[in-house]
């Protein structure tokens, strides 16, 4: 007899389940239609929105046509707006249009940044010391250290729904709230102090009523400190922890570490920020209640104004020419072109950010 070893028998493999490879094709088969209607339903749309912002565009464009024809750029810093006389001008109303941006840009920023600077960066380990007794301890003594995580994920929806609150009901409270303190308190207050400023004395000179240019700045910049904090908050939080860690580990302090996460970020920042612009020079409603509706008669914020918007709501449907509402056609391509090009430039700028956050992972 041999001692050589025999070789293991060869197990046949079990056959397959009756009907299974026909599953697997009929599954296979219905995955790749799946997404062949996934991706022609998400190109479609993306397809379609083109063409919807293209549609409008053109729509307005072919009414501002004659108009444009007849006044060419000399719309823009003409400043007469006569429906006698049927001569039209832009510029009263796009100066409006850019003060109330700029001014809302200049209160709403630091609140923004200083909110995302919060949000992210001191919360998470911000701890609140209350009394024992006041939270109902018997037995301790002293003071609690409670972690205010949970406030700051109110805090933060808080803020965040001040973006869903419709533009009427700012303006509702504007007329209610923020009018007779302009006309009786505030205004009154910079008048007489900044108002004797070198340089920028002007911009408070001669308080009116409560309904001015500076009163419609204050309830654009509530509405567009959401949108502001919401970006600068998503950019900080994509700053890489490092230069904080490093800057500290070297001895800084913490606000000198927070200029260096600030510097990093400042891109992604004035992104944000140029949405807001476009955002306040978009907004009707609250505006138009609360701007005065009358041709600037001074360079002071506290003048009467009237914006591109708000003239659109006010006039387009009283119209009585085609000649008047061709010029008012043209006043909204005017302020869609300038919104396109905000936005097309911070949604550039934001993506860059996102592009060097990939490149770093």
């Known amino acids: 007899m041999s001692d050589a070893p025999r070789a293991p028998s060869a197990i046949p493999p079990s056959p397959p389940p009756a009907g299974q490879g026909g599953r697997k094709r009929s599954s296979g088969l219905r995955l790749r239609v799946l997404d062949r209607v996934t991706f022609g339903a998400s190109a479609s749309g993306a397809l379609l929105m083109v063409l919807l912002l293209g549609l409008i565009v053109a729509v307005i464009a072919i009414g501002a046509l004659p108009a444009i024809k007849s006044q060419g750029l000399a719309f823009l810093w003409g400043s007469r707006w006569s429906i006698r006389d049927q001569e039209f001008g832009a510029w009263p109303y796009l100066y409006s249009t850019l003060v109330t941006s700029v001014v809302a840009l200049v209160l709403a920023v630091p609140v923004s940044v200083g909110s995302a600077l919060f949000l992210v960066k001191l919360a998470p380990q911000a701890r609140l010391s209350l009394p024992a007794r006041l939270l109902g301890c018997s037995t301790a003594t002293g003071w609690i250290r409670l972690r205010i995580a949970p406030i700051i994920a109110v805090a933060s929806f808080l803020i965040e729904l001040l973006a869903a609150i419709p533009s009427i009901a700012y303006g509702l409270w504007g007329i209610a709230v923020l009018v007779p303190a302009m006309q009786n308190f505030i205004q009154p207050a910079l008048a007489s102090t900044l108002g004797n400023v070198p340089l920028i004395g002007f911009l408070f000179a001669r308080p009116t009523i409560g309904f001015t240019l500076f009163t419609a700045s204050v309830v654009l910049a509530i509405m567009i400190i959401p949108i502001v904090t919401a970006i600068v908050r998503d950019v900080l939080a994509a700053a890489p922890p490092e230069l904080e860690q490093g800057a500290l580990g070297l001895g800084a302090t913490w606000w000198q570490s927070q200029k260096l996460v600030l510097g990093y970020s400042k891109l992604g920042i004035f992104g944000g920020v140029v949405l807001g612009f476009a955002?306040?020079?978009?907004?009707?409603?609250?505006?138009?209640?609360?701007?005065?509706?009358?041709?600037?008669?001074?360079?002071?914020l506290f003048a009467q104004g009237q914006t591109i918007a708000s003239l659109l709501a006010n006039q387009f449907g009283n119209a009585d020419t085609n000649v008047e509402r061709q010029a008012l056609l043209y006043t909204a391509l005017i302020l869609l072109v300038i919104t396109l090009l905000i936005n097309g430039f911070a949604r550039a700028l934001l993506l860059k950010v996102s592009t060097q956050k990939a490149r770093k992972q």
């Open 279 to 300: 955002r306040a020079m978009g907004e009707t409603m609250a505006i138009t209640m609360l701007i005065g509706l009358s041709i600037p008669s001074s360079n002071s």
